[in-house]
T-cell receptor, first 117, second 115 residues
Framework: DAGVIQSPRHEVTEMGQEVTLRCKPISGHNSLFWYRQTMMRGLELLIY????????DSGMPEDRFSAKMPNASFSTLKIQPSEPRDSAVYFC???????????????FGPGTRLTVL | GESVGLHLPTLSVQEGDNSIINCAYSNSASDYFIWYKQESGKGPQFIIDIRSNMDKRQGQRVTVLLNKTVKHLSLQIAATQPGDSAVYFCAESNAGGTSYGKLTFGQGTILTVHP
């Protein structure tokens, strides 16, 4: 298995531009998580999905952030318009939840390093 | 203005020594715990997990201890190697509830192994 796939790996953009980050979870996993990591705030959960449905988006910082999961194998995190303070590493992770609970680890992708100038 | 980052705990050890990394968790309802390792420029990588019905679990060179009474988790690494240098995160979850696998991560501990 290729693991969680994220693209692009690096993104440099100018303030005000739209940024779209992409994630392909591990095949068969039914939960998907978007995180942001910065030196200031550490690893923060932004939003997560179960069976393609958003469950909790309370970690999304502002309305400029949005996420979608149109199918089980693809998710996007969009920032529009982007600001310099959005500069961070964004991770996608996936896991498998059984009917008995979620006693399975999350598998993380390699991350997208976003720099907003 | 001056930026203030997280001040992560640090642990420095000599190659070959044993390392112990500690973590305090907050939610008494948490029943599943994971240790992750994050190397520079990479995503967090699973090391070992433990359910709340256990107090100890061993892997290859690693042992996780769970003390539910004081809500404390530790990771022991035997014969630490330079390749173990990384940031280590503990994470907790109410896996038996309706968390859908949501994890709450600690701030992390920086482990540096000197040859």
């Amino acid at each position: 298995d290729a693991g969680v796939i994220q693209s692009p790996r690096h993104e440099v953009t100018e303030m005000g531009q739209e940024v779209t980050l992409r994630c392909k979870p591990i095949s068969g996993h039914n939960s998907l998580f978007w995180y942001r990591q910065t030196m200031m705030r550490g690893l923060e959960l932004l939003i997560y999905f179960n069976n393609n449905v958003p469950i909790d988006d309370s970690g999304m910082p502002e309305d400029r952030f949005s996420a979608k999961m149109p199918n089980a194998s693809f998710s996007t995190l969009k920032i529009q318009p982007s600001e310099p303070r959005d500069s961070a590493v964004y991770f996608c992770a996936s896991s498998f939840q059984t009917s008995g609970g979620s006693y399975n680890e999350q598998f993380f992708g390699p991350g997208t390093r976003l720099t907003v100038l | 203005g001056e930026s203030v980052g997280l001040h992560l705990p640090t642990l420095s050890v000599q190659e070959g020594d044993n390392s112990i990394i500690n973590c305090a968790y907050s939610n008494s309802a948490s029943d599943y715990f994971i240790w992750y390792k994050q190397e520079s420029g990479k995503g967090p990588q699973f090391i070992i997990d433990i359910r709340s019905n256990m107090d100890k679990r061993q892997g290859q060179r690693v042992t996780v201890l769970l003390n539910k009474t004081v809500k404390h988790l530790s990771l022991q690494i035997a014969a630490t190697q330079p390749g173990d240098s990384a940031v280590y995160f503990c994470a907790e979850s109410n896996a038996g509830g309706t968390s859908y696998g949501k994890l709450t991560f600690g701030q992390g501990t920086i482990l540096t192994v000197h040859p």
